[in-house]
């Protein structure tokens, strides 16, 4: 055996901490839709890990032999099972086998394994009977989940509502205020047209030709201050109606997406 062979088997093997992944993986390398569909559930059974799974959501059966059920069971009969009294029975009679299997402890060494399967078999009946109330609390805790969410969802919209009045109202503050320094604007500069037409009225009331050519100038000057301002006040107006407008738009959306 050469040196080389020698050192390979010397070597340590290297392992993976992980297993590798299955084969079948390079079938979906270029997506889920290039592959071939899974395979169906098998039913009722399938093993995986060598032990048997069942396919359909039952309770399990503790105590698969009827004999061994210590209460009354209700399949026979229309009469509805009182469960709340059999688990009290049943605890009664597990209270009196636990002060018997005392009792064989000091007495009877011998006799413990027996009164022991009879505690366990109690016990197992007590747990068969809790497991039958499983469904019911599941249902019970997704409708406890269900009216959480609803509420919390109520809650959300109420805060949403809230938000939206008070965005609502400090908008309409807003275009208040806005009017109102318009509306002051415009007052201001029609009392300043009007004392220039005053001085204008005054001046030719006097006959003189110099004044008179400044009356003609300072109307011209006032016409041309009004033709000025007016396209700017239009404006104004124009982007404070396209605002309203669009306040408008959006406060009914978003009525309408939350109703």
């Excluded at 061994?68 to 009469?79: I, N, P, R, T």
């Excluded at 064989?104 to 497991?131: R, S, T």
């Excluded at 011209?220 to 239009?234: E, R, V, Y």
């Amino acid at each position: 055996m050469s040196a080389e062979q020698e050192q390979q088997e010397e070597a340590p093997e290297i392992v993976s901490e992980f297993p590798a992944p299955p084969k079948f993986f390079a079938l979906y390398a270029d997506g889920v839709e290039s592959g071939p569909a899974p395979p169906e559930p098998m039913e009722p059974t399938y093993h995986m890990f060598g032990s048997p799974y069942s396919t359909q959501d039952v309770v399990p059966d503790l105590l698969p032999q009827s004999d061994k059920k210590l209460y009354a069971q209700g399949e026979d009969s229309d009469v509805p099972v009182d469960y709340k009294g059999q688990m009290k029975k049943i605890n009664r009679s597990l209270l009196a086998n636990f002060v018997e299997l005392v009792d064989v402890l000091i007495k009877k060494p011998a006799m413990f394994n027996e009164k022991l399967d009879d505690v366990e078999l109690l016990f197992l009946n007590m747990h068969n009977l809790i497991n039958a109330f499983r469904p019911h609390q599941a249902r019970e805790t997704v409708i406890q989940m269900l009216k959480t969410q609803v509420q919390e969802r109520r809650e959300a919209a109420r805060d949403i509502r809230r938000t939206i009045d008070e965005s609502r109202q400090a908008v309409e503050r807003v275009h208040g205020e806005l009017h109102e320094f318009n509306d002051d604007a415009v007052a201001a500069d029609g009392a300043s047209s009007a004392g220039t037409d005053e001085d204008v009225k005054m001046e030719n009331a006097d006959g003189s030709g110099a004044a008179g050519n400044r009356g003609d100038q300072a109307n011209a000057s006032a016409a041309a201050n009004t033709a000025a301002l007016t396209p700017a006040q239009q404006e104004q107006a124009e982007k404070a109606r396209e605002a309203r407008q669009m306040q408008e738009q959006f406060f009914s959306a978003l009525e309408t997406a939350m109703n």
